[in-house]
């Protein structure tokens, strides 16, 4: 099957956090694979290694950030290390975040979560932003859609798309803003669930009758950060297979 055509221009520049695994991965392959420059951070130095390695495999041109988003030096070096060596970096993919099972106290968390984008989305927008900007939040249907037992991962999902709706209203002169929010995504964190008997009876309410892969999230990720959503601006996008309309 041929790539289908986002709309980028070769060359262009992406940030993903979160790029070492699941995810993140995905959506810096399929960057990669629309010819984009990719940005790709992340605090597992075997994940990230793997994924600069698969970009380079297939010809395309990456740079790394081996770091914690959530810690602000990481974050101001990383944005100047990506500029200086690949460019002014027009797309944000905002994608790194705890997973539910991490043991985490809710204050602690939230900073991670939440002040984590927060913190690399402005210093990105401080960094000179070409024209086109645009930034895409890993948000969830957790939080916005449904509750989870976890307290903070659904008020830090919730609160992403609290800080999406800000942005959009408020920066639209420098960059769009919106949030993607994936249902059951078949990455890493949720290795086994789907054998589980909790996991078959997820499955059964999904109308799809399947979790997501990584890339339907990353080609929902990619539609809304390319110029073909230059209209779209402070949406969530549930990328459930019908999940949550069947709650
Ligand atoms: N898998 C799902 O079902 C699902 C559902 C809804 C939302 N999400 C969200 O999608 C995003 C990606 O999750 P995934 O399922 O691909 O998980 P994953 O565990 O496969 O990948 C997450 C990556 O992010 C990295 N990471 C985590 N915290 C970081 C930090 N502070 N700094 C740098 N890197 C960090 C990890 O090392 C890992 O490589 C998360 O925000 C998650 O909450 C996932």
Do not use: C
Not at 103 to 122: D, K, W
Not at 153 to 163: E, I, P, Q, V
Not at 209 to 231: C, G, H, K, Q, T
Request: avoid cysteine.
């Amino acid at each position: 099957m041929s790539e289908p055509n986002f709309g980028f221009r070769p060359g262009e520049v992406i940030l993903i956090t979160g790029a070492g695994s699941g995810i993140g991965r995905s959506a810096a392959l399929l960057a990669s694979a629309q010819g984009l420059q990719v940005s790709a951070w992340d605090l597992n130095e075997a994940g990230l290694d793997e994924t600069a390695r698969q970009i380079r495999v297939s010809g395309g041109e990456v740079h790394t950030v081996l770091g914690d988003v959530s810690a602000p030096d990481v974050v101001a070096q990383g944005i100047e290390s990506a500029i200086a060596e690949l460019g002014p970096v027009r797309y944000l993919h905002n994608n790194a975040g705890p997973s539910a099972g991490a043991p985490l106290g809710f204050e602690e968390a939230l900073r991670i979560s939440v002040g984590s984008v927060r913190t690399l989305t402005e210093a990105w927008a401080g960094s000179g932003l070409p024209k086109g900007a645009a930034m895409v939040v890993t948000s969830s249907v957790a939080g916005n859609l449904v509750g989870t037992e976890v307290d903070w991962y659904s008020a830090s999902k919730a609160g992403l798309m609290g800080y999406v709706r800000h942005l959009a209203a408020h920066r639209a002169a420098e960059f769009r803003s919106n949030g993607v929010a994936p249902g059951m995504t078949d990455t890493p964190r949720l290795q086994g669930f789907a054998e589980s008997a909790r996991g078959q009876a997820v499955l059964e309410r999904i109308p799809l009758r399947r979790m997501a892969s990584p890339d339907d999230i990353a080609n929902a990720v990619l539609f809304l950060l390319s110029p073909l959503a230059s209209y779209i601006n402070g949406v969530f996008l549930p990328v459930d297979g019908g999940w949550t309309v069947t709650q």
